[in-house]
């Protein structure tokens, strides 16, 4: 009984020890930075909850099994084999398709609440992603305390900065330039493919002041790991003036695909990346 307890108790152990700090209770998520990010987290969180339940029944009945049919004398005969049992072979056909299908129904409906948009965000930003770095179009021509578009464009040197003024709805629009890359940051719990000729589009409102770390998800070539950027999470007033001081300094206006293609630098990793 001694092992049949430690068998059960185990992943419950487990369980216990990841709820002890913040980020373990959200099973590996960092803490959540959009109005958005907790629908994708309940399912996350949820997925790892059923999964603990069943691993934990699975382990228990496997530790039963083997402590109550062990061989207790070495001259006992073997046991009466059993070839077919066609309830159970229903009960472990059926109830994993059961368990698929709730999983898929709350992930269809997290992606379709996710991928909700409004007719008019109050801020757009057209991304652009190339080999190997990102190129930011801020589109704030028609926001009268701004009046002019505004660009970044990364290089292998700098990882570009991407601004966002707090609870806003901003509206990523996603081109590529060249291969597919992938839009990620971590703390949205949210990525979305960049794949050229085929633009992408998704809102989000970001809730938490602060800075996020951002990365491109979808391998697309030698200096994948480089394309990296930063989200910096700002008051609406800080947002707006980092927009003028982009245009002030020779970044206004909006680069287009082919524009950002040609920035693209390196052919040769810097040292420091070396």
Excluded at 11 to 16: D, F, K, N, R, Y
């Amino acid at each position: 009984m001694v092992r049949a307890a430690l068998l059960v108790g185990l992943p419950a152990s487990l369980v216990g020890l990841t709820a002890c700090s913040g980020q373990g209770a959200r099973f590996g998520l960092p803490e959540a930075a959009t109005e958005q990010a907790p629908v994708m987290g309940n399912v996350w969180i949820g997925a790892w909850i059923a999964s603990l339940v069943i691993g934990v029944l699975v382990w228990g009945l496997i530790g039963w099994a083997v402590l109550r049919y062990r061989r207790k004398d070495e001259d006992a005969p073997a046991p009466r084999q059993t070839a077919y049992h066609l309830p159970l072979e229903l009960l472990y056909t059926l109830v994993p398709f059961l368990i698929i299908g709730v999983l898929f129904f709350y992930t269809v409906k997290a992606s379709d609440a996710v991928l909700q948009t409004t007719e008019e965000p109050e801020v757009t930003i057209n991304v652009i992603g190339q080999k190997w770095s990102w190129t930011f179009n801020y589109m704030e021509a028609d926001n009268p305390d701004v009046g002019t578009d505004a660009h970044s464009i990364g290089t292998l040197e700098t990882i570009p900065d991407l601004y966002l003024p707090v609870d806003k709805t901003v509206r990523f629009n996603l081109q590529s330039a060249d291969v597919i890359h992938s839009f990620w940051v971590p703390s949205f719990y949210f990525k979305m493919d960049v794949i050229p000729g085929h633009p992408n589009s998704f809102e989000v409102t970001p809730n938490r002041l602060g800075t996020y770390d951002g990365k491109c998800a979808e391998l697309c070539g030698e200096y994948h790991a480089l394309m990296l950027f930063k989200v910096h999470v700002v008051t609406e007033e800080e947002y707006e003036a980092k927009v003028k001081e982009l245009a002030e300094s020779g970044n206004a206006g909006e680069k287009k695909l082919q524009e950002a293609l040609q920035a693209v630098l390196p052919t040769e990793a810097p040292e420091e990346h070396k």
